[in-house]
């Protein structure tokens, strides 16, 4: 998606020309910071389309930078580190990381993902215009506005949390498969970790279920993938 400019932050100059020759050679701008500290300052004066963080950065490190950027911002975050425990990756996409890249990686999958997350905003853009507003018995999801209110309280979901949501929501009772949803909320075919998607689920769950361990709106099905529960409407 040419035009669009990348915000990489990243405290190795070598992994930053690498990823700066593959997103230039797609068209896109890319500015680059290598410590954390400067990146409220550059979000807030070039406002990126995307940003790569890594995680293991000088002084503000990759998690508190994306702590203090959601407090403001929807911009997509990928983060790209050397760390791949489970614990880091949950951790990562917890505190409102769109996606998780470990190193080693390759570049043209990393290149491929910025295509998919800013295709999928440009989507989400294109629609605001169009309102629809989707109810079911304790949860209201305005597809327009991008607002969810449980029993009438307004509550935060990340980007991909509320994607998940509304898809889901406004299929219900169709089963998705774990790789249909990557494809269609993160418009990744082969790339998708299951593990980024479960956290998202879990996320979701924890902030729209009255009971996380037994939910009532999102629906596991066992083998296969995820349901929204059509009988509530």
């Known amino acids: 998606m040419p035009g669009k400019k990348i915000l990489i932050v990243d405290d190795e100059p070598e992994i930053v020309e690498l990823i700066r020759l593959y997103l230039v050679r797609e068209g896109y701008e890319v500015i680059s910071?290598?410590?954390?500290?400067?990146?409220?300052?550059?979000?807030?004066?070039?406002?990126?389309?995307?940003?790569?963080?890594?995680?293991?950065?000088?002084?503000?490190?990759?998690?508190?930078?994306?702590?203090?950027?959601?407090?403001?911002?929807?911009?997509?975050?990928?983060?790209?580190?050397?760390?791949?425990?489970?614990?880091?990756?949950?951790?990562?996409?917890?505190?409102?990381?769109?996606?998780?890249?470990?190193?080693?990686?390759?570049?043209?999958?990393?290149?491929?993902?910025?295509?998919?997350?800013?295709?999928?905003?440009?989507?989400?853009?294109?629609?605001?215009?169009?309102?629809?507003?989707?109810?079911?018995?304790?949860?209201?999801?305005?597809?327009?506005?991008?607002?969810?209110?449980?029993?009438?309280?307004?509550?935060?979901?990340?980007?991909?949390?509320?994607d998940l949501l509304s898809l889901m929501a406004k299929t219900p009772n169709r089963v998705y498969k774990?790789?249909?949803?990557?494809e269609l909320v993160w418009s990744l075919e082969s790339f998708g970790d299951p593990r980024t998607l479960i956290v998202h689920i879990s996320n979701l769950r924890k902030k729209i279920e009255p009971n996380p361990a037994e939910p009532k709106y999102i629906i596991t099905v066992r083998g296969v993938g995820y349901k929204f529960n059509g009988s509530l409407a």
């Not at 930078?65 to 911009?75: A, E, F, P």
């Not at 996409?93 to 990393?110: H, M, R, V």
């Not at 999928?120 to 607002?147: C, F, K, W």
């Not at 774990?178 to 990557?182: K, M, N, R, S, Y």
């Open 33 to 162: 910071a290598n410590n954390g500290q400067d990146v409220l300052r550059i979000v807030s004066e070039h406002h990126p389309d995307l940003i790569i963080l890594d995680i293991l950065l000088p002084g503000l490190d990759g998690i508190e930078v994306c702590r203090q950027l959601r407090k403001t911002y929807t911009t997509p975050i990928v983060f790209l580190s050397c760390k791949c425990e489970d614990i880091d990756i949950i951790l990562g996409l917890s505190i409102g990381g769109d996606d998780y890249i470990t190193k080693p990686f390759s570049p043209s999958q990393l290149v491929a993902r910025v295509k998919a997350h800013l295709r999928r905003n440009t989507y989400i853009d294109q629609h605001r215009e169009n309102p629809q507003l989707v109810r079911y018995p304790g949860i209201e999801i305005d597809m327009a506005s991008h607002i969810v209110k449980v029993n009438g309280q307004p509550i935060s979901l990340s980007a991909k949390e509320f």
């Open 178 to 182: 774990i790789e249909q949803l990557f």
